[in-house]
């Protein structure tokens, strides 16, 4: 089975702390991502990466960036945490190619910024 | 629990009934779309998914039709059991592989 581990299950950080959320998985994907959900509005990417050092923007970018310096390992990086960045973070993972574009989550770091 | 899905629609299906979850979709270019199931306390995991040149699949339990003349997709699970509760949501692929929205999710709750 693909394992998708998170650092941390819940988080509480200061505002204006540098936070760090680390993302394994154990598949050899090419693909790692990260999201953050919120109440009614479902999953936001914020950043993917589809190799190692390569990393891409998604819809929520701003206040965050990532590090892919290994393939199993994606980073995701509150450079100044704010309260509105408390929220649940999802990371995930995927394999390029083949018939399903499935990817496998990991159980999520709940965030709460003070 | 998580405070996830304190604003979601609910659907409340007793035991044993098929479930029907619902959702519209935006863009008339997605190619491709997914049903994900989260649980409580976990990440989402995949169901079933479904290519725009298909307007129906079956899978153990569950049936995915797509409607693409008024963008709608629906999940429908067959003998709706307590391990069905969750939240379930509808993502929509565009183009790129890495470009799935998803929508916003819809509670399920089984009465015994």
């Known amino acids: 089975d693909v394992k998708v581990t998170q650092s941390s299950r819940y988080l509480v950080k200061r505002t204006g702390e540098k936070v760090f959320l680390e993302c394994v998985q154990d598949m050899d994907h090419e693909n790692m991502f990260w999201y953050r959900q919120d109440p009614g509005l479902g999953l936001r990417l914020i950043y993917f990466?589809?190799?190692?050092?390569?990393?891409e923007k998604g819809d929520i970018p701003e206040g965050y960036s990532v590090s892919r310096e290994k393939k199993e390992r994606f980073s995701l990086i509150l450079e100044s945490a704010s309260t509105n960045q408390t929220s649940m973070y999802l990371c995930?993972?995927?394999?390029?190619?083949?018939?399903?574009?499935?990817?496998?989550f990991g159980p999520g770091t709940r965030l709460t910024v003070t | 629990g998580e405070s996830v899905g304190l604003h979601l629609p609910t659907l409340s299906v007793q035991e044993g009934d098929n479930s029907i979850i619902n959702c519209a979709y935006s863009?008339?270019?997605?190619?491709?779309f997914i049903w994900y199931k989260q649980e409580s306390g976990k990440g989402p995991q995949f169901i079933i998914d479904?290519?725009?040149?298909?307007d129906k699949r079956q899978g153990q339990r569950v049936t995915v039709l797509l409607n693409k003349t008024v963008k709608h997709l629906s999940l429908q699970i067959a003998a709706t059991q307590p391990g069905d509760s969750a939240v379930y949501f509808c993502?929509?692929?565009?183009?790129?592989?890495?470009?799935?929205?998803f929508g916003s999710g819809t509670r399920l709750s089984i009465r015994p």
């Open positions: 995930a993972s995927r394999s390029t190619g083949g018939p399903s574009y499935e990817q496998y």
């Open positions: 863009n008339s270019a997605s190619d491709y």
């Open positions: 993502a929509e692929n565009i183009g790129s592989a890495s470009k799935i929205i």
């Open positions: 479904i290519r725009s040149n298909m």
């Open positions: 990466s589809y190799d190692v050092k390569m990393k």
